[in-house]
C-alpha cells in the first residue's frame, strides 16, 4: 500500500494482528484498532476516549438512533486519537522535551481549574506529560508563524460591523394581567381589555398599572427602565420594533400574560469605532488565523503519515476512563 492519507482505509471487520490479540470464546478483550506510522491505537485505549461520550449518549438515545450516534461518535473519537498521535510524534521528532517539574506545576493548575488528577496514577501523569507536549509543538509550528496585521484586524471589522454594534435600547413601561390560574384566564383578558379601553379614554398610563398591573415593577407606574434589544420576550421585541416614541401597543399575549407597552424612547444600534474594538478583534483574528494554520498543518502530517484503520464495528464494552482533551490550537497553557 502507498504511504500518504490517501491511504486512510476502512477494512469491515477487526483485522487484528494475531500475535498482539487477546482474544476469548465470547469477545475481544483487545485488539489493534489503527496503526499510525510507527504507533498502535488499541481498542482498550479507545474504549477510554469514548467513555464519557458513550455514556452521555446512552443516556439520551435509544434504538437505532443510539447505535448511529455511537458509530460517530466512534469515528470521531478514533480520529482524535489518530490525530494526537501524529502530533506527539511531530514532537517527539522535534525533540520537544518536557520536565517533571513542568508536569507538576501543569498539574497543579490543572486542579486550581478544578480537574481531578490523580499524581499517583500514570495514565493522569501520562496524559498530563503529552497534553504539555501538544501545546508546546502547536505553538512552536502554529502560533509562532501566525501574524493579525493591521490590514487584517480592518478588513475583520469591516466584515463583521454588526459584531461590534451596540443595541438597541429601549425605554419602557408596561401594565401585565396575569390569570390567578388556568380557569382565571377569560377574567384576565377581560381585564386587559378593559385597561386598554381606559388607556383609550385617556387615563393615565401610570395610575392604571398601579392599579391593576401585576408586574413587579407596578408601585413605580410601570417604568421597566432601560432594556436592551434581546432582553426582553421575543413577543414584545417583535411589537416594539414597529413602534415610535410615546406610542401604546395593543394586548401582547405571551406565557408570562397579557401586557400593554409604552415606548418611552428608542436609541438606534450604534456602531462602535475601530479603534474601541481593535484589541477585541485582534484576538479573534489571531485565533481564526490560528485554527486556520493548525487545520493546514494537521493535514500536511496526515499526508506525511502511513494511517491504517482495523476497525469497523461498535464497541460492546462500556469504557471506565476518561483522557485529556486535545488541545485546542488557540488556547494556551
Same mark, same amino acid.
Given at each position: 500500500?502507498?504511504?500518504?492519507?490517501?491511504?486512510?482505509?476502512?477494512?469491515?471487520?477487526?483485522?487484528?494482528?494475531?500475535?498482539?490479540?487477546?482474544?476469548?470464546?465470547?469477545?475481544?478483550?483487545?485488539?489493534?484498532?489503527?496503526?499510525?506510522?510507527?504507533?498502535?491505537?488499541?481498542?482498550?485505549?479507545?474504549?477510554?476516549?469514548?467513555?464519557?461520550?458513550?455514556?452521555?449518549?446512552?443516556?439520551?438515545?435509544?434504538?437505532?438512533?443510539?447505535?448511529?450516534?455511537?458509530?460517530?461518535?466512534?469515528?470521531?473519537?478514533?480520529?482524535?486519537?489518530?490525530?494526537?498521535?501524529?502530533?506527539?510524534?511531530?514532537?517527539?521528532?522535534?525533540?520537544?522535551?518536557?520536565?517533571?517539574?513542568?508536569?507538576?506545576?501543569?498539574?497543579?493548575?490543572?486542579?486550581?481549574?478544578? #480537574? %481531578? &488528577?490523580?499524581?499517583?496514577? !500514570?495514565?493522569?501523569?501520562?496524559?498530563?506529560? /503529552?497534553?504539555?507536549?501538544? @501545546?508546546? $509543538? +502547536?505553538?512552536?509550528?502554529?502560533?509562532?508563524?501566525?501574524?493579525?496585521?493591521?490590514?487584517?484586524?480592518?478588513?475583520?471589522?469591516?466584515?463583521?460591523?454588526?459584531?461590534?454594534?451596540?443595541?438597541?435600547?429601549?425605554?419602557?413601561?408596561?401594565?401585565?394581567?396575569?390569570?390567578?390560574?388556568?380557569?382565571?384566564?377569560?377574567?384576565?383578558?377581560?381585564?386587559?381589555?378593559?385597561?386598554?379601553?381606559?388607556?383609550?379614554?385617556?387615563?393615565?398610563?401610570?395610575?392604571?398599572?398601579?392599579?391593576?398591573?401585576?408586574?413587579?415593577?407596578?408601585?413605580?407606574?410601570?417604568?421597566?427602565?432601560?432594556?436592551?434589544?434581546?432582553?426582553?420576550?421575543?413577543?414584545?421585541? #417583535? %411589537? &416594539?420594533?414597529?413602534?415610535? !416614541?410615546?406610542?401604546?401597543?395593543?394586548?401582547? /399575549?405571551?406565557?408570562?400574560? @397579557?401586557? $400593554? +407597552?409604552?415606548?418611552?424612547?428608542?436609541?438606534?444600534?450604534?456602531?462602535?469605532?475601530?479603534?474601541?474594538?481593535?484589541?477585541?478583534?485582534?484576538?479573534?483574528?489571531?485565533?481564526?488565523?490560528?485554527?486556520?494554520?493548525?487545520?493546514?498543518?494537521?493535514?500536511?502530517?496526515?499526508?506525511?503519515?502511513?494511517?491504517?484503520?482495523?476497525?469497523?464495528?461498535?464497541?460492546?464494552?462500556?469504557?471506565?476512563?476518561?483522557?485529556?482533551?486535545?488541545?485546542?490550537?488557540?488556547?494556551?497553557?
Amino acid at each position: 500500500m502507498a504511504p500518504g492519507w490517501l491511504r486512510y482505509t476502512i477494512l469491515f471487520a477487526f483485522g487484528l494482528i494475531a500475535q498482539t490479540s487477546l482474544l476469548s470464546a465470547a469477545q475481544i478483550e483487545d485488539g489493534i484498532v489503527a496503526i499510525v506510522n510507527s504507533d498502535l491505537i488499541m481498542l482498550s485505549e479507545m474504549k477510554r476516549e469514548l467513555a464519557p461520550e458513550r455514556e452521555r449518549i446512552q443516556k439520551e438515545y435509544r434504538g437505532d438512533s443510539l447505535a448511529r450516534r455511537l458509530k460517530t461518535a466512534e469515528y470521531m473519537a478514533l480520529t482524535t486519537m489518530i490525530e494526537r498521535k501524529l502530533q506527539l510524534q511531530e514532537a517527539k521528532a522535534r525533540n520537544i522535551v518536557v520536565t517533571d517539574q513542568e508536569v507538576r506545576q501543569a498539574i497543579q493548575q490543572m486542579k486550581q481549574q478544578g #480537574r %481531578t &488528577i490523580d499524581e499517583a496514577n !500514570p495514565a493522569d501523569m501520562k496524559s498530563a506529560r /503529552e497534553q504539555l507536549m501538544l @501545546f508546546r $509543538i +502547536v505553538d512552536r509550528d502554529v502560533r509562532s508563524a501566525v501574524i493579525a496585521g493591521d490590514s487584517d484586524l480592518k478588513r475583520y471589522f469591516q466584515e463583521h460591523r454588526d459584531r461590534f454594534a451596540l443595541s438597541e435600547e429601549y425605554t419602557l413601561s408596561q401594565i401585565l394581567i396575569q390569570a390567578r390560574s388556568p380557569s382565571d384566564t377569560a377574567d384576565a383578558r377581560e381585564k386587559v381589555r378593559e385597561v386598554m379601553t381606559r388607556l383609550k379614554q385617556g387615563e393615565s398610563f401610570e395610575d392604571l398599572a398601579l392599579r391593576f398591573s401585576d408586574g413587579p415593577n407596578a408601585s413605580h407606574g410601570g417604568h421597566l427602565g432601560l432594556v436592551r434589544q434581546g432582553e426582553l420576550l421575543p413577543e414584545i421585541e #417583535r %411589537t &416594539i420594533a414597529t413602534m415610535v !416614541p410615546g406610542g401604546i401597543s395593543d394586548t401582547i /399575549e405571551t406565557p408570562d400574560g @397579557f401586557h $400593554i +407597552v409604552r415606548l418611552e424612547d428608542k436609541k438606534p444600534k450604534q456602531f462602535r469605532p475601530y479603534e474601541q474594538v481593535r484589541t477585541e478583534i485582534q484576538g479573534l483574528v489571531f485565533q481564526q488565523k490560528s485554527e486556520d494554520a493548525f487545520q493546514s498543518w494537521l493535514a500536511n502530517l496526515k499526508n506525511k503519515a502511513y494511517i491504517e484503520i482495523k476497525f469497523e464495528s461498535a464497541l460492546s464494552e462500556p469504557p471506565t476512563t476518561a483522557p485529556a482533551p486535545r488541545p485546542s490550537p488557540t488556547s494556551k497553557q
